[in-house]
Structure formats: structure tokens, C-alpha cells
């Protein structure tokens, strides 16, 4: 789950158009993954707000964790943000809508509806922005004792006045009951689930081409019980 560009350019609907579409692949290097992920993204506003998407598709590369042959899992978001009164004071709140949902390896990823407000925080130069999200969560066929989220969006640009380097990333703090493969795990009943994925990209010298990659952390996200960490590396082109 991306939501990089997201924060970068959430009010400059209320300034000028903005569009963007990225892909990026990335190697999973955790040792449960092994595998390649490819990211279409894309972020674009008009004067009623913005829209947010992107899909993810994994590719395993180890024989020993599973076939080979085809892509193991999608997973995919999308999200509007609506402002239609960017020109008031407060244009920094936004009413949001999302739709999430796939399958990883025979495990389906719940269709999950959001809605709820979102928060948005910036400097002067919109360099560094933040968003802060409070949405109801619902989660098709899962009890939810808490139907909640809350997300957290950052961008920063040029760290530490290095031309071209980004560091964004988000965080995702929800509840469910985790019923894996449509048995519910005992002791599990709508605990917090947990994860982010801050990520390091440098611009090479042009507008399209950037090298980085990204670690997700989580806590008892998808089948994965416990903390994880993954580092991931790979490359990024903006069109």
C-alpha cells in the first residue's frame, strides 16, 4: 500500500492542475517474499478535489515459497478526496472516500470501504507535507469491534538539502478479527493491525528516473503473525 504522492500534492488542486502517474518495481528481499512487486500509481486533481489509486502486482522468484509460473497476489486502492472549498480557511479539510481490496497466494484481502476527514499540514514551499486521516472502516465479512482507521501521509523533499532525494512514506492502524483461509485465529478478535512503508527515492538527474526502495513494517498484517520488517529495493519512472 503506496500513498507516497498523495501527500505531496493535496492542495494543489486548490492552485493549479496537477496530475501524476508513476510505476515502480521493486525486490522484496524479506525472506517470506523473494519476489518482485510492480506499482502502478497515480495521483490527479480538479477543482472539486483529488483522486488516488494504485495496484500492486507480486512476483515470486523462489521455488522453494510457492509457483513461479504467474503473478502470486494484486492488491489495490483507490481514494477521493473531496474540497470544494479550497478558497476558505478551511482548505486544509478534506471529506475522504476509499475502496481497497485483492488476493495474495489463495488469501483473499476483504473488500474494505473507508470514509471519514482528512487533515492536511505543509510548509511554506509545500516541500514537507503531512496528512492525517480518520476514517470509518469497513471490512466485508469480518467483525470489527472498532471499525476504524488512522492513516498518516508524509513527503518530504530535497532531505537535508539534497537536491532530488524524497523521503515519504505512510502508516495504517485498523482493527479486524483475522480469519485466515476462513478459519478466525483464537485470541485474535479485533486486534490492532499495523503498516508502513517509508521509502527512500532520488531523482536521477531527470524528471522520470529514480533509483531508491522502501521497508515495510507491519504487525500481524495479511496472513503474517507478529512484527515484520522487509527492505525492498528498486526503481521508480514518473511520467
Request: net charge neutral; with cysteine.
Amino acid at each position: 500500500m503506496k500513498k507516497l504522492i498523495l501527500s505531496a500534492a493535496i492542495l494543489l488542486c486548490g492552485l493549479t492542475a496537477f496530475a501524476q502517474t508513476n510505476i515502480q518495481i521493486q525486490y522484496d528481499f524479506a525472506k517470506d517474499r523473494q519476489q518482485i512487486t510492480t506499482t502502478i500509481e497515480g495521483f490527479y486533481t480538479d477543482k472539486g478535489g483529488n483522486t488516488f489509486f494504485f495496484v500492486d502486482h507480486d512476483f515470486p522468484l523462489n521455488k522453494n515459497l510457492g509457483d513461479t509460473q504467474s503473478p502470486a497476489g494484486t492488491y489495490m486502492e483507490v481514494a477521493r478526496c473531496l474540497n470544494f472549498w479550497q478558497n476558505s480557511p478551511v482548505n486544509f479539510l478534506s471529506a475522504h472516500v476509499e475502496y481497497n481490496g485483492g488476493a495474495y497466494k489463495g488469501f483473499g484481502i476483504n473488500h474494505a470501504f473507508l470514509a471519514g476527514a482528512d487533515f492536511f499540514l505543509h510548509s511554506k514551499d509545500f516541500n514537507n507535507t503531512l496528512n492525517l486521516k480518520v476514517l470509518y472502516k469497513g471490512i466485508l465479512n469480518t467483525k470489527q469491534v472498532v471499525p476504524m482507521q488512522f492513516t498518516v501521509v508524509w513527503g518530504c523533499q530535497d532531505l537535508f538539502g539534497a537536491k532530488g532525494l524524497r523521503f515519504s512514506g505512510f502508516a495504517d492502524f485498523w482493527w479486524e478479527d483475522h480469519t485466515v483461509f476462513g478459519t478466525q485465529m483464537s485470541g485474535q478478535l479485533s486486534h490492532v493491525v499495523f503498516i508502513s512503508e517509508p521509502q527512500l527515492w532520488y531523482n536521477c538527474g531527470t524528471e522520470h528516473f529514480n533509483i531508491g526502495g522502501e521497508v515495510e513494517l507491519s504487525y500481524d498484517f495479511g496472513t503474517t503473525r507478529g512484527f515484520k520488517a522487509r527492505p525492498c529495493l528498486g526503481i521508480k519512472w514518473v511520467f
